[in-house]
């Protein structure tokens, strides 16, 4: 299978974006599908997005990037991360 890229951004420092890229990246390994986390801010998506698989981010997003795009602030309240680890492996499978 061949290692998908995945961002990970939130507004503005790493902390919520490193909580949320630590449990995806943990996620796919456990699903056994390669994949390399980029972590970067919302302002810097545009910058990262070549050969992006999916962007995940722990802001509130509204531009298109071409690229599927989920919500992650589950990863960081602890609530509904089960749906969420859900749609984030429907578009890497």
Same mark, same amino acid.
């Given at each position: 299978?061949t290692?998908?890229?995945?961002?990970?951004a939130?507004? &503005?420092?790493?902390?919520?974006?490193?909580?949320?890229?630590?449990?995806?990246?943990?996620?796919?390994?456990?699903? +056994?599908?390669?994949?390399?986390?980029?972590q970067?801010?919302?302002?810097?998506?545009?910058a990262?997005?070549?050969?992006?698989?999916?962007?995940?981010?722990?802001?509130?997003?509204?531009?298109?990037? &071409?690229?599927?795009?989920?919500? +992650?602030?589950?990863?960081?309240? +602890?609530v509904?991360?089960?749906?969420?680890?859900?749609?984030?492996?429907?578009?890497?499978k």
């Open positions: 299978m290692k998908k890229r995945i961002i990970v939130c507004g &503005g420092a790493v902390a919520t974006s490193t909580v949320a890229a630590t449990r995806i990246a943990e996620l796919c390994k456990e699903q +056994g599908i390669p994949v390399e986390v980029v970067c801010r919302v302002s810097e998506i545009a990262n997005c070549d050969n992006v698989d999916l962007i995940v981010t722990t802001a509130r997003v509204t531009k298109d990037y &071409g690229v599927p795009l989920e919500n +992650g602030m589950a990863f960081v309240s +602890g509904g991360i089960e749906a969420a680890e859900e749609r984030i492996l429907r578009h890497l």
